[in-house]
C-alpha cells in the first residue's frame, strides 16, 4: 500500500513564525500535492509538484513556499505564519498514470497563536 | 472553469437506511471522478473511481456510484448504511491526472 507520512498530527506556532510541513512518500510517486482544508471550504490546493524541483501555484498559494529536493519529499513552507493560516494540511501523491488516485497523509492540524 | 457541488452539507440516516449523497460537476468531458471518505482526525480514504465503461462503479465497504454523463453526477450509495460510516465524504473530478477538484463535502451523522 501506499504510505504518505506528515511528520507532525497537531502543530502550535506563533505568529511570524517560519513553519515547516513535511510530507514524504514511499512509492516513488511523480506527483506530490498539498492542500489546505477549512470546514465548509472542502480542499483547496496551494501547491503541487510533478518533479524534483519542479513546482506549480494551486489556487490558494499566497503566503506559502514549497521545496521538493528529492523525490519522495515535499515540504510546505510558511515563510511568516499568520492566524488565518490555522487550518488542517493535507499532503498526497500521485503517479503519472491518469487513471490513477491520490493517496493522502492523514493531515497536520497547526493552530497558529 | 471547473467545479465540483455536494449540495448536501450535512445528511443524518439511520442505520441500516439506505443512503445516496449527490455529486454534479461542470466540465466540458468527462473526468476522472472519485469518491473520498475522510473519518475524523484521519486523511481521506479512496472509496471508488470512475474513468470509463460501467457507469454504476463498486468500491470498498460496500459503496457504489453511478455516472450519469446527461446530469453531469456521480451520486454515492451504499443500500444499508453502518454506524462505522459516520463520516465526511467527498467528491473529487479530476481533468487531468494532476489537477483534482474536490466539493466542499457532505457529513454522514448516523442514527442508532
Known amino acids: 500500500d501506499v504510505k504518505v507520512t506528515q511528520s507532525s498530527r497537531y502543530l502550535v506556532k506563533r505568529t511570524g513564525e517560519k513553519v515547516f510541513l513535511e510530507c514524504v512518500q514511499d512509492?516513488?510517486?511523480?506527483?506530490m500535492f498539498w492542500y489546505r482544508q477549512d470546514p465548509g471550504l472542502g480542499l483547496r490546493l496551494i501547491y503541487f509538484?510533478?518533479?524534483?524541483?519542479?513546482?506549480e501555484k494551486g489556487d490558494i498559494p499566497e503566503g506559502y513556499s514549497v521545496s521538493r529536493e528529492k523525490k519522495e519529499r515535499f515540504s510546505l513552507i510558511l515563510e511568516s505564519a499568520s492566524t488565518n493560516q490555522t487550518s488542517m494540511y493535507l499532503c498526497?501523491?500521485?503517479?503519472?498514470?491518469?487513471?490513477?488516485?491520490?493517496?493522502f497523509g492523514d493531515g497536520t492540524r497547526l493552530s497558529i497563536l | 472553469a471547473q467545479s465540483v457541488t455536494q449540495p448536501d452539507i450535512h445528511i443524518t440516516v439511520s442505520e441500516g437506511a439506505s443512503l445516496e449523497l449527490r455529486c454534479n460537476y461542470s466540465?466540458?468531458?468527462?473526468?476522472?471522478l472519485f469518491w473520498y471518505v475522510q473519518s475524523p482526525g484521519q486523511g481521506l480514504q479512496l472509496l471508488l473511481k470512475?474513468?470509463?465503461?460501467?457507469?454504476l462503479v463498486q468500491g470498498i465497504k460496500g459503496f457504489e456510484a453511478e455516472f450519469k454523463r446527461s446530469q453531469s453526477s456521480f451520486n454515492l450509495r451504499k443500500p444499508s448504511v453502518h454506524w462505522s460510516d459516520a463520516a465526511e465524504y467527498f467528491c473529487?473530478?479530476?481533468?487531468?491526472?494532476?489537477?483534482?477538484?474536490f466539493g466542499s463535502g457532505t457529513k454522514l451523522n448516523v442514527k442508532p
Open positions: 498526497a501523491s500521485s503517479t503519472n498514470d491518469g487513471n490513477q488516485p491520490q493517496h
Open positions: 512509492m516513488d510517486h511523480e506527483n
Open positions: 509538484s510533478y518533479d524534483v524541483k519542479m513546482k
Open positions: 466540465y466540458g468531458a468527462t473526468p476522472y
Open positions: 470512475y474513468f470509463s465503461g460501467d457507469t
Open positions: 473529487a473530478v479530476a481533468p487531468f491526472f494532476n489537477k483534482f477538484y
